[in-house]
């Protein structure tokens, strides 16, 4: 044989295993083949439609016999199927009527692309029937089609209206896609936004699946204007109260909806689920890359005719059309809360009450919006929580902290003192805080240390700092082991005992002792390493107040092992009302502490003979 010659084979298709790829791979679940018959059957009469434009459109389903006996049929009054087009787009795999000269046309009125949909009902039928006579002339069809990949056609002697109706009788097992209720719900599903009459016939009754578009779907404008509608249409399509809403549209406005805004707060991780339509056919009822992850806030339902689906035409391809679509959406929201402020501020405060988090993290992407919306934004503070304008009306100065623990070791001595300090340890807080100054450059705005406190205490007087010098330096050195120094001092609240303070590098050391504790031997020793070379030079403060009655007897008793017992609680103390986790010594401190009082005390009982 010659070496140079060649032969072309054709790759052979096995139907059946097609079948399984669908069923299995391809559609998530096999009630798609419903979407798929709709489908074919809108673009249809779309194309009848473009043939003749005053061309009244329909779609009849019905289900007759019930169980494994049952058959559903499908009607359009579209442009039906010549003889060649069955040859052409129905026995050929990936072989889609929307192509020209083999490629895809780039924009159609079609919801279909690929060619492969009709496929979809072998997954619920052993066979498909289809009877069809095309608007382009010639006869009357049957079409049969088999999973094994066979097919027949047969021309009839009668004359059918134009159009295609498909018959597809239940398959063993699939009882469940055959049944009234779930077909009328799926139907809804997939069918309610679509712009011809979609008939439902079963049971002996008709209905009809879809309603006619409302006025503000082809002019947003007017969404504002038709609230309650517009409220109640969302709360239909998507299953849950809303309470309120925001239209959304792109640049081209080929892609529109309306994202309503959660009656409820919602955490940052949540699934983010959206209700999609190409073309008012639903693609999908929990797409998550539609809109920028910031609006976690909303749910919303779009439709659009831009975007390019996947084969199961289930999602959209993530392609450079939907970034954008995706951006421009995000900025069509951005554009409207912003809107809200001028227009309707207490509406957006509502808004923003109950998404908060949602909203500073739009603001600190967004300098314009922040500055927009902020004085709306909550924060904690040492008066409670209240508005960042509520707190700027009433402060020259303000003080926030960058973490949490910051701010509780401060909370109570700055709300005693009247300081207003901001906790900014919650995520975005610290960031947006810092630039108020930005914004607001006649007032002080900035951070404080927990040792910056400190500078409001009151010293002692000469004469009581050498009546408690040998005890505060008593105190001092047993709490020496904790790397802690002991100061006394006079300070606000005197209901408050002692105030813990520490730096960030002490706070480094805290963790990685509490690392070291719970880590494997080889770890624990790099982490020893570690920690002792910030132990020669960092030191936290334990502050404790001679104006509370607490301080106040321990350092007037004059007795040296209560003292220490007494430093050593109120260290244990000032950490846990600082929301520090004790480690190993810290909490051997507690529990011996604890005993000791309690030998104390009934080491008095027995030789008073009374309780003191």
């Not at 009848?48 to 459109?57: C, F, I, T």
């Not at 000269?101 to 496929?119: A, C, N, P, Q, Y």
């Not at 066979?150 to 009882?175: A, D, F, H, N, Q």
């Not at 209560?562 to 520090?580: D, K, P, R, S, T």
Request: aromatic share 10%.
């Amino acid at each position: 044989m010659n070496r140079h010659a060649q032969e072309d084979f054709r790759f052979q298709v096995d139907l059946s295993g097609m079948i399984h790829i669908l069923s299995n791979h391809l559609y998530s679940s096999s009630k798609v083949f419903l979407r798929e018959l709709l489908q074919n059957a809108v673009d249809a009469v779309t194309a009848m439609r473009e043939r003749e434009a005053s061309h009244q459109g329909r779609v009849r389903v019905e289900i007759i016999g019930t169980g494994s006996g049952a058959t559903l049929a499908m009607e359009d009054n579209g442009i039906g199927l010549t003889e060649e087009d069955i040859h052409e787009f129905l026995a050929m795999i990936g072989q889609s009527s929307k192509r020209k000269d083999g490629k895809l046309v780039g924009e159609t009125s079609f919801i279909g692309r690929f060619g492969i949909g009709l496929l979809s009902c072998f997954m619920v039928s052993e066979e498909i029937v289809l009877l069809t006579r095309s608007a382009k002339g010639g006869p009357s069809l049957e079409w049969r089609g088999k999973p094994d990949g066979t097919y027949s056609i047969r021309k009839l002697e009668s004359e059918l209206s134009c159009g295609t109706k498909v018959y597809l009788r239940c398959k063993p097992g699939s009882e469940l896609y055959f049944d009234p209720a779930n077909v009328e719900a799926w139907l809804s599903d997939y069918g309610s936004l679509l712009p011809y009459p979609i008939l439902f016939e079963a049971e002996g009754s008709c209905k009809t699946i879809n309603m006619p578009h409302p006025d503000w779907m082809n002019n947003l404008a007017l969404a504002r204007g038709s609230r309650e509608e517009v409220l109640k249409f969302g709360e239909q399509l998507l299953g849950e109260s809303v309470r309120d809403f925001i239209p959304l549209t792109s640049s081209s406005g080929r892609t529109c909806g309306i994202a309503y805004i959660l009656p409820y707060a919602v955490n940052l991780s949540a699934k983010r689920s959206h209700r999609v339509y190409l073309k008012y056919m639903l693609v999908s009822e929990s797409a998550e890359n539609i809109v920028p992850d910031w609006a976690f806030f909303v749910k919303c339902i779009i439709w659009t005719d831009e975007l390019q689906p996947t084969a199961s035409r289930e999602h959209f391809y993530e392609n450079e059309k939907l970034e954008t679509v995706r951006s421009e959406l995000g900025e069509s929201l951005r554009r409207e809360l912003m809107t809200l402020a001028d227009l309707d501020p207490e509406r957006l405060k509502g808004i923003i009450q109950l998404h908060a988090l949602s909203m500073k993290a739009l603001a600190v992407e967004d300098e314009a919006f922040f500055r927009m919306i902020h004085r709306w934004l909550p924060f904690e503070s040492s008066y409670g929580r209240r508005d960042l304008g509520e707190l700027l009306d009433e402060n020259d100065e303000l003080y926030y902290t960058i973490t949490l623990d910051e701010y509780r070791q401060i909370m109570h001595v700055a709300s005693a003192q009247s300081l207003p300090v901001i906790n900014g340890g919650y995520v975005y807080d610290a960031g947006l805080l810092a630039g108020l100054q930005y914004l607001y450059p006649h007032k002080k705005i900035e951070r404080l240390l927990p040792e910056d406190v400190a500078f409001s205490f009151i010293d002692l007087t000469a004469e009581e700092r050498r009546q408690y010098y040998e005890l505060t330096r008593d105190g001092d050195a047993a709490l020496q082991r904790f790397r802690c120094r002991v100061q006394l001092k006079r300070f606000k609240p005197s209901t408050l005992p002692s105030l813990f303070t520490l730096s960030k590098e002490s706070s480094d050391l805290r963790n990685l002792v509490a690392a070291e504790e719970v880590s494997t031997t080889e770890l624990s020793s790099i982490l020893g390493s570690l920690s002792s070379a910030y132990e020669d030079q960092l030191y936290s403060t334990l502050y404790l107040n001679l104006d509370n009655e607490v301080v106040a007897r321990i350092f007037g008793s004059g007795n040296r092992a209560i003292l220490i017992a007494a430093v050593e609680m109120l260290y244990v103390n000032a950490l846990m009302m600082g929301h520090y986790p004790l480690n190993r010594k810290e909490m051997k401190v507690l529990n011996e502490g604890i005993l000791r009082f309690i030998d104390l005390g009934l080491s008095s009982y027995g030789k008073g003979g009374e309780t003191p």
